[in-house]
């Protein structure tokens, strides 16, 4: 199966297929799922001189790894104080420095992997409020100052306005650190750098058996098996019930994306900046221009639905115009979505399910740094190196619900666009 049509997927790098497994295979460490988290533990510990065999059901990235709005920046999909809530302060802090830790080896690797044509790295991100917000801009200011030295710009609504002509925007906070570039590329330049360090992809290739509980993990695909010490559970959105208890532990929730036509003169009339964009609505608006600015990538939105809506793209396209109404008459050119990974508590899901059998999902809100240092933590406790895979024991394996959670999710999204909507209306 190949991709679904997306702007990444009209745009890839390189259209090399990995075979199907076959036959028996052995190996030091197992990885189910070929997005961003399984790829960089496969990457680190390859590197680090292990045999490693990734498993993916489709094609590497396919999932979100390969259809999101390509941002990377510190942070995670709860905000710090529900993490301290969670885990304490201190644990708290030094989680957000993973997560910053995370955003660089993204940025890193993309010229180390020699992608930064494939990838386009433009870096800046704009955090914009849409009601006036200047007091707690500038503590969030100074907090990640003080307590990572992490520094961000405030922005003021002029300022912001001059390259947001919008008049739902107020003020903002500038990243210069984050980053937007072609995800579905870097996640294949990870895969070529895996098989350069003598691992193994293996895609069309979903894992449909497992014995975890010996000392030798046992693999079975339609095609083959593996056997391996350590195994990885990295599957994300679109896990399957292979390990039941790690399928009820999160929520799948759908985002959603477009991309409009080539109209550059246009799209200058509403966004000059090259910067990524987000706003602070709970499942915000987040857009960039590509393709040298000709071009506009919107997302937004989420839902329960696994299905996608047959009026998708004038959905998001509704959206882009209530901000920017100067754009009514630009065409969408195509539109997809894809599927994100969720806890309850809005964390990764990172950690050790039983003796040599780890899991790393759950990335949704904020996957391209997380997905990054979740990879290297689990490699890192694979071969020893580090125990740091325990900051994240606070948040385990919650049950997710079921179909209350997944009902319990939607209301509380609409509750959160209703409370969004009266902070807008009050600051019009």
Request: glycine fraction near 10%; hydrophobic fraction near 40%; aromatic fraction near 10%.
């Amino acid at each position: 199966m190949g991709y679904i049509d997306s702007w990444y997927a009209r745009t890839l790098s390189d259209t090399v297929a990995y075979p199907m497994l076959e036959g028996e295979h052995e190996a030091d460490a197992c990885i189910i799922g070929g997005g961003f988290a399984g790829l960089t533990a496969a990457r680190e510990l390859a590197r680090a001189g292990k045999r490693v065999v990734v498993l993916e059901a489709e094609r590497v990235g396919w999932g979100a790894s390969g259809r999101n709005g390509g941002f990377v920046s510190p942070g995670y999909a709860a905000s710090l104080s529900l993490i301290s809530l969670y885990a304490g302060s201190e644990r708290a802090k030094a989680l957000y420095r993973l997560s910053i830790e995370g955003a660089d080896m993204v940025r890193e690797s993309v010229d180390a992997l020699g992608a930064r044509d494939a990838c386009k790295p433009v870096h800046g991100k704009i955090g914009v409020m849409r009601y006036p917000a200047r007091d707690a801009l500038m503590q969030r200011r100074d907090q990640l100052a003080r307590d990572f030295g992490y520094e961000v710009a405030y922005m003021p609504r002029e300022d912001v306005r001059a390259v947001l002509r919008s008049d739902k925007y107020f003020d903002a906070l500038h990243d210069p650190q984050a980053f937007h570039f072609h995800p579905l590329n870097h996640a294949r330049a990870m895969a070529r750098d895996i098989i350069a360090h003598g691992g193994a992809i293996f895609e069309n290739s979903a894992a449909i058996g497992a014995v975890l509980d010996a000392p030798e993990k046992r693999l079975r695909t339609i095609g083959g098996s593996v056997r391996a010490r350590d195994i990885v559970l990295a599957g994300g959105g679109y896990t399957t019930d292979l390990v039941p208890e790690l399928r009820r532990a999160y929520l799948p929730i759908a985002t959603y994306v477009l991309l409009t036509e080539p109209a550059p003169e246009r799209i200058a009339q509403a966004v000059t900046s090259p910067c990524a964009i987000s706003d602070n609505r709970r499942a915000n608006d987040y857009y960039r221009l590509v393709d040298d600015g000709r071009r506009l990538l919107w997302g937004g939105r989420i839902t329960t639905r696994r299905a996608e809506p047959r009026d998708l793209a004038a959905l998001l396209r509704r959206t882009m115009i209530s901000t920017y109404p100067q754009l009514s008459d630009l065409r969408v050119e195509i539109a997809w979505s894809g599927l994100m990974s969720y806890a309850r508590h809005l964390m990764p899901q990172i950690g050790r399910l039983r003796e040599g059998v780890y899991y790393c999902t759950a990335f949704g809100g904020h996957g391209l740094n997380t997905t990054a240092i979740g990879g290297r933590v689990v490699a890192e406790a694979i071969t020893g190196e580090s125990d740091r895979i325990r900051l994240f024991e606070p948040f385990g394996l919650a049950w997710n619900g079921g179909h209350f959670g997944t009902a319990a999710v939607q209301l509380t999204y609409w509750s959160y666009q209703a409370r969004d909507w009266w902070k807008e209306r009050r600051a019009a």
